[in-house]
């Protein structure tokens, strides 16, 4: 009896895996993927001044054709807070530097401290430079003159 129970529960777990795999080789539609993430958030800022970015965050340059996206944190070794450390560390922070108008752009990676990279770059006659990062990094202050 417990064999009978066995193989009808085998068989059936063949015949869904089947017909699942059956649905998809033949072009029926699926549940769906995950969503394709939304547009980043755009905040308009005067040159010269500080503009602090959340992750995925970008600003537009009053008067210049230029905007600035925070893209994601590429290395952290800060000091944590709460915590003694023998070296303070540094995040290493990417930026999408962008032209919109001539459709030109640039991939920049700043530094929160002086010791292994640049803290500033320049593009599109401007420069950009990283002022302070939040602890979480989920915010970085840029200065864009």
């Known amino acids: 009896m417990d064999l009978q129970r066995f193989v009808a529960g ?3 777990f063949a015949v869904v895996t089947v017909g699942a795999g059956s649905s ?9 993927g995950p969503a394709a993430p939304p547009p980043p ?13 959340r992750l995925g965050q970008e600003a537009a340059v009053q008067g210049k054709d230029l905007t600035v ?13 709460n915590m003694t450390c023998v070296w303070q560390g540094e995040a290493t922070l990417a ?19 002086p010791r292994t990279g640049p803290q500033e770059t320049t ?4 420069r950009v430079e990283l002022v302070s990062v939040s602890v979480d990094g ?3 202050t840029v200065r864009i003159s």
């Open 41 to 53: 958030s755009t905040v308009s800022t005067p040159a010269g001044h500080d503009v602090t970015l």
């Open 10 to 12: 085998l068989f059936a």
């Open 24 to 32: 998809v080789a033949s072009g029926q539609p699926s549940a769906p």
């Open 95 to 113: 930026f999408l530097l962008k032209e919109p108008g001539r459709g030109e752009g640039t991939t920049a990676e700043l530094h929160s401290g």
């Open 69 to 81: 996206r925070y893209v994601r944190v590429v290395s952290d070794s800060r000091c944590r807070p």
């Open 123 to 126: 593009f599109a006659a401007s």
């Open 138 to 140: 989920q915010e970085a």
